[in-house]
């Protein structure tokens, strides 16, 4: 009897036939079968499955029997059971279990071949059993590594006769049935050429016109197609149109999240729904516990690509969940979380803390584009922390040809503008060189005079390079197909030219040629010097003009021939009385003001960026007397008197008495 329950239940089962063994199941004998049907008690993992699609239909195993109103399935010459409704409730129960039995043996198989050849021993497999087979496929290729499916297994016998007959049930399969096999042979990358691609495009098509498809399955629709480059901007506006209807409050955080990839698909037309993406950044604030830590990447992706900068609401409470998921992110999904927190203008001090606990200590099992984007984001938010600089050093000498020139330049630039020297600064620098030697050509000519100019910063000058910088082939490379070099190239240029000179006075190869060199490191963009804070400079001269007396005594904005401007400078002759600034004889010293608010310093410290340092370095080599005012000092200070006397102090630090 367990033989004719087990027939029975494969008979409703029955949506696709598979050629296999069919004498494979006459031949095993009945205490077997009926083992198979008690299968499911054993502990075996089950994961969710699709709602199971039936559609009945007689094949040759099931002669013998026949149906009457669809509902029950007997042997011919067998008495029909009265209760046919109990009847049907055994066989769904019979139906769930064989499911369940389905779904655990593919669970079991490790490979895809192991999963075809399972499946070429079965004689009959419902087309819902077949996606989720495929999709279990799809699954173990992806564990392996593989982006799709390799070519052996796409050019399987029984993968292939699963297609064909998916290609042939399309239009009888339920929603959720059909979006089951458009994922899954959207993830194998079957060939775009085949006949089942543009069958499924056009069964979409269809579906999508009817307005059939639920919001999961929109979703699921909308992705599918453009993973497959088959999204016709057609359709993809018939998607968002249908789910702009619905109630957002009513979808689930993987529903919005996917509307937010199947947007970032079309950024081009983000004016067109900018009202429906406002709606989603609105409910995606109470969603944002819920995400994982790669929905939340993904969001915070979506949103650069469709430029929500008025959203900032939603990236600092991404922001806020992000510092809990960080030991928790795959290395693109870090990337894609630094790469935000940049474009957007985002600074969490714990986010930091959290990269210094979890992330720096794991730096050399870190993909170089990880650790070159924490730099960045460093040296963009000019955040001095040492126990990342420290590990992106340590990782660089560790392993060097993990790096591409552009990497190496992105971790050597953050240590230039943040005035910092890593511990192992002798060894790192020594292996720069030697990178540097062996691949001098690969260097793009604009990376290359960024990473000597960041070198420059702080003191590590690249003295053995400076003779192929300043070479006429090196500077017509620089230049390419422009007219002109642009205006910080030239400006970088200039001060490795002066830094040769004041620094390093050892160097005899070929100079900076005059066109090259430019008038002022100061300019509106990518300037070489930070502005001045002009609130600190009005507090500042208040108390200079209380100290000198009068106004005529200092002068500001004052552009040296050295190309350095200086905040304020103040003239003394050779007793040390302070002179006019029109004054331009008998000067015997000049003090060099330099007034530095915060954006002259690192973020939250005292620590001056590596432009300032070099700037006052290279003043006081020429000759300058440098007094750093900084803001923090100032502050301190409560009231005019104060002031004075702590300029005084500054100024005439050997002089009991202020002399004008």
């Not at 959203?311 to 999904?333: C, R």
Request: with cysteine.
């Amino acid at each position: 009897m367990a033989l004719i329950t087990l027939r029975r239940n494969f008979c409703h089962l029955s949506e696709l036939w598979i050629p296999g063994a069919v004498a494979a199941l006459k031949n095993h004998p009945t205490n077997h079968v009926h083992r198979i049907v008690k299968e499911p008690l054993h502990l075996w993992f089950c994961p969710l499955q699709p709602e199971p699609f039936r559609v009945r239909f007689h094949h040759a195993c099931c002669k013998k029997f026949h149906s009457e109103n669809r509902n029950d399935l007997h042997p011919v010459g067998e008495p029909v059971v009265s209760q046919a409704h109990d009847w049907d409730r055994l066989e769904q129960n019979l139906q769930k279990e064989n499911e369940k039995v389905f779904y655990r043996r593919l669970n079991n198989f490790t490979s895809s071949e192991e999963l075809l050849s399972f499946i070429s021993t079965l004689e009959t497999l419902p087309v819902s059993l077949a996606a989720g087979a495929l999709q279990r496929i799809c699954e173990v290729s992806k564990r392996d590594g593989n982006k799709g499916l390799p070519e052996e297994i796409l050019e399987n016998d029984v993968f292939q006769a699963l297609c064909f007959r998916f290609e042939q049930e399309l239009s009888h399969l339920s929603n959720t049935g059909f979006v089951t096999i458009l994922q899954a042979l959207t993830l194998s990358h079957v060939d775009p050429q085949s006949s089942l691609i543009p069958s499924l495009v056009a069964e979409c098509q269809n579906r999508l016109k009817r307005g059939s498809l639920e919001v999961h399955n929109l979703c699921i629709v909308g992705e599918c197609l453009i993973r497959l480059h088959s999204a016709a901007p057609v359709m993809l506006d018939l998607i968002l149109e249908q789910l702009q209807g619905q109630k957002l409050e009513t979808f689930t955080p993987d529903d919005i999240v996917a509307i937010y990839r199947i947007l970032q698909a079309c950024p081009e037309k983000v004016d067109q729904y900018q009202t429906f993406l406002n709606r989603i950044n609105n409910i995606s604030l109470s969603l944002v516990s819920y995400l994982s830590p790669k929905l939340i990447s993904q969001v915070l992706a979506a949103l650069v690509i469709l430029d929500q900068t008025h959203a900032l609401p939603l990236v600092i409470k991404l922001g806020k969940y992000a510092v809990k998921y960080i030991p928790h992110f795959t290395n693109e999904e870090l990337k894609r979380v630094l790469e935000a927190f940049m474009y957007f203008g985002h600074n969490d001090r714990f986010f930091t803390k959290a990269l210094e606990q979890h992330i720096a200590p794991l730096c050399l099992t870190l993909d170089p584009e990880v650790i070159s984007k924490m730099m960045e984001y460093c040296s963009r938010k000019q955040i001095l922390s040492e126990p990342i600089l420290n590990a992106a050093a340590e990782t660089f000498v560790c392993q060097p040809e993990k790096f591409s020139p552009c990497q190496i330049s992105e971790i050597i630039e953050p240590l230039g503008k943040l005035n910092y020297l890593p511990p192992n600064a002798p060894v790192l620098f020594r292996k720069l060189e030697n990178v540097l030697f062996t691949h001098f050509n690969s260097f793009p000519p604009k990376t290359l005079l960024r990473l000597l100019h960041s070198c420059s910063l702080i003191e590590c000058h690249p003295v053995n390079f400076m003779t192929k910088i300043f070479s006429p082939f090196f500077l017509q490379k620089l230049q390419g197909e422009e007219s002109d070099l642009d205006r910080l190239s030239l400006a970088q240029l200039t001060q490795l030219f002066l830094t040769s000179i004041l620094e390093c006075p050892f160097y005899k190869g070929p100079k900076l040629l005059p066109k090259y060199q430019v008038k002022s490191f100061f300019t509106p963009c990518c300037s070489l010097e930070t502005p001045m804070d002009y609130h600190l400079y009005k507090s500042v001269m208040t108390g200079l003009i209380d100290l000198l007396g009068a106004r005529s005594y200092f002068a500001s904005k004052v552009l040296t021939p050295y190309c350095y401007t200086i905040d304020v400078e103040i003239k003394l002759d050779e007793e040390g009385l302070v002179l006019p600034f029109t004054v331009q004889e008998d000067v015997h010293k000049r003090v060099a003001l330099c007034i530095d608010g915060p954006e002259r310093f690192c973020s939250d410290s005292k620590h001056l960026l590596g432009k300032e340092s070099i700037k006052q370095r290279h003043l006081r080599l020429l000759g300058y007397q440098v007094v750093q005012v900084p803001y923090h000092e100032i502050e301190m200070l409560k009231s005019r008197l104060e002031l004075v006397e702590y300029l005084q102090r500054k100024l005439f630090p050997q002089n009991s008495a202020v002399h004008w």
